[in-house]
């Protein structure tokens, strides 16, 4: 097998692991007496609906958000699809829709909220006072600035009508039970689409020091909503008395497939983390360096063996290319290592990198040579971050359209 083949079958089992259809069954309710209503969003939510759909044994009805192109085919439940990762009208409209579907609910009613990744975008419901167009500028600053996925959900909590807990406490006094997909680090319900089912300690306070942090000018009703907002529900707000949030799949598991496939094709795995963070181009001279210790000295493995990685890292834009987080990674990898005979994969998980149709790429050690031959400079191309204009021009990268899952960048480095 070429190590191109085995790093697409280490993604592969990633997907496999986190694939709502392989695993939902085994987290859910028992039927209420009352209506069971589905709610929810995420680029999983839809995969997440027609797996319910499958395994759940009486009546339902509701509505999720996803990513356009994400959907499945339901009977029951409504599939919306929006803009990710800039909120649009869909879903807006989505979302309150899915705020009336709440309303006037009893205690023997029975919430089932699909949350995973690409939620907080695609629930996109402004704070009254706020518009769409609000939000859509702030989240567009956000997304440029290497704020990291923490405190980009902190600020969008204090600004949206449905999330940090709010689409819960409107459920109330129904039970509610959330099953969540983990794309973040730390796998914190509250992070996870920004808590629609959770309750914030953060207040608006907090979300106006991210700004400042990253001097970012929101506009004007945006900072004048921060400065008088009464901010989320508390985690303990009585209204989140009947919640239960089921981590059901995440980063963690996925590494885990891909280790079990890695030892079973002869290639020592080891998981250095599935929370990492950092610019993503810092990351990659770090991963760099680590394979140069295993080349040098076998250290912390012998070869052949696999270096495993998930979590998130963030790309501030400063160029004019076409870029994402794990081809910017990849990219700086390469230079790092400077055609070492080092071969990696570096993939989201949800089958697109950034704005791109594309999940990732792959390099190995004659990856520079061929660029070079093209009429690439790397180093230029890293600085414009233009990576997925790099690996397309190689051949390179890795298309899969929508995995209809999420759990976040995975990533492989290979020393044989």
């Given at each position: 097998?070429?190590?191109?083949?085995?790093?697409?079958?280490l993604f592969?089992?990633?997907?496999?692991?986190?694939?709502?259809?392989?695993?939902?069954?085994?987290?859910?309710?028992?039927?209420?007496?009352?209506?069971?209503?589905?709610?929810g969003?995420?680029?999983a939510?839809?995969?997440m609906?027609?797996?319910?759909?499958a395994?759940?044994d009486g009546?339902?009805?509701?509505?999720?958000?996803?990513?356009?192109g994400?959907?499945?085919?339901?009977e029951?439940i409504?599939?919306?699809?929006?803009a990710?990762?800039?909120?649009d009208?869909?879903?807006?409209?989505?979302?309150?829709?899915?705020?009336?579907?709440?309303?006037?609910?009893t205690e023997?009613?029975?919430?089932?909220a699909l949350?995973?990744?690409?939620?907080s975008?695609?629930?996109a419901?402004?704070?009254?006072?706020?518009?769409?167009?609000?939000?859509?500028?702030?989240?567009t600053a956000?997304?440029?600035?290497?704020?990291?996925?923490g405190e980009?959900?902190?600020?969008?909590?204090?600004?949206?009508?449905?999330?940090?807990?709010?689409?819960a406490?409107?459920c109330?006094?129904?039970r509610?039970?959330?099953?969540?997909?983990s794309d973040v680090?730390?796998?914190?319900?509250?992070?996870?689409?920004?808590g629609?089912t959770?309750?914030e300690?953060?207040?608006?306070?907090?979300?106006?020091a991210?700004?400042?942090?990253?001097a970012?000018?929101?506009?004007?009703a945006?900072?004048?909503?921060?400065?008088?907002?009464?901010?989320?529900?508390?985690?303990?707000?009585?209204?989140?008395?009947?919640?239960?949030?089921r981590?059901?799949?995440?980063?963690?598991m996925?590494?885990?497939?891909?280790?079990?496939?890695?030892?079973?094709a002869?290639?020592?795995?080891?998981?250095?983390?599935?929370?990492?963070e950092?610019e993503?181009?810092d990351v990659?001279?770090?991963m760099?360096g680590?394979?140069?210790?295993?080349?040098r000295?076998?250290?912390?493995?012998?070869?052949?063996?696999?270096l495993?990685s998930?979590?998130?890292t963030t790309?501030t834009?400063?160029?004019?290319?076409?870029?994402g987080r794990?081809v910017?990674?990849?990219?700086?990898?390469?230079i790092?290592?400077?055609?070492?005979?080092?071969h990696?994969?570096?993939?989201?998980?949800?089958?697109v990198?950034?704005a791109?149709?594309?999940?990732?790429?792959?390099?190995?050690p004659?990856?520079l040579a061929r660029?070079?031959?093209?009429?690439l400079?790397?180093?230029?191309?890293?600085?414009?971050?233009?990576?997925?204009?790099?690996?397309?021009a190689?051949?390179?990268?890795?298309v899969?359209?929508?995995?209809?899952?999420?759990?976040?960048?995975?990533?492989?480095?290979?020393?044989?």
């Open positions: 097998m070429s190590e191109a083949a085995l790093l697409r079958r592969d089992a990633a997907l496999a692991a986190a694939d709502p259809a392989a695993m939902l069954k085994d987290f859910l309710p028992e039927p209420p007496k009352g209506r069971t209503i589905v709610v969003g995420g680029k939510s839809a995969r609906a027609e797996a319910l759909e395994a759940w009546p339902l009805e509701g509505l999720v958000v996803t990513r356009y994400h959907a499945c085919p339901c029951s409504e599939i919306v699809e929006a990710h990762p800039v909120p009208a869909a879903g807006e409209a989505g979302a309150r829709r899915m705020l009336e579907m709440v309303s006037g609910l023997d009613d029975l919430v089932i949350i995973s990744g690409g939620g975008a695609l629930l419901l402004p704070e009254e006072g706020l518009t769409l167009a609000d939000k859509q500028a702030v989240n956000l997304l440029r600035s290497g704020a990291h996925i980009m959900n902190v600020v969008r909590k204090h600004l949206s009508a449905i999330k940090g807990g709010r689409l406490a409107a109330h006094p129904a509610v039970v959330a099953l969540m997909i680090p730390g796998d914190q319900p509250g992070v996870i689409a920004s629609p959770v309750g300690a953060s207040t608006p306070a907090d979300a106006v991210i700004l400042r942090k990253y970012i000018d929101p506009p004007e945006v900072a004048r909503h921060l400065e008088k907002s009464g901010g989320c529900p508390a985690p303990d707000d009585p209204l989140l008395a009947r919640v239960e949030n981590l059901i799949a995440a980063p963690q996925s590494l885990e497939a891909a280790a079990e496939t890695a030892l079973a002869g290639v020592t795995p080891m998981i250095l983390g599935d929370a990492l950092g993503s181009r990659g001279i770090v760099a680590i394979a140069r210790q295993v080349l000295h076998g250290q912390p493995l012998p070869r052949p063996c696999v495993l998930g979590g998130e790309v834009v400063r160029g004019d290319g076409r870029g794990n910017e990674f990849l990219l700086s990898l390469a790092a290592l400077d055609g070492a005979p080092v990696a994969i570096a993939c989201d998980t949800d089958g990198d950034g791109e149709e594309v999940a990732g790429a792959v390099i190995g004659t990856t660029a070079r031959e093209a009429g400079v790397p180093a230029e191309e890293l600085a414009r971050n233009n990576g997925h204009g790099f690996f397309a190689l051949g390179d990268q890795v899969t359209g929508p995995t209809l899952t999420n759990v976040n960048d995975f990533r492989a480095v290979l020393v044989p």
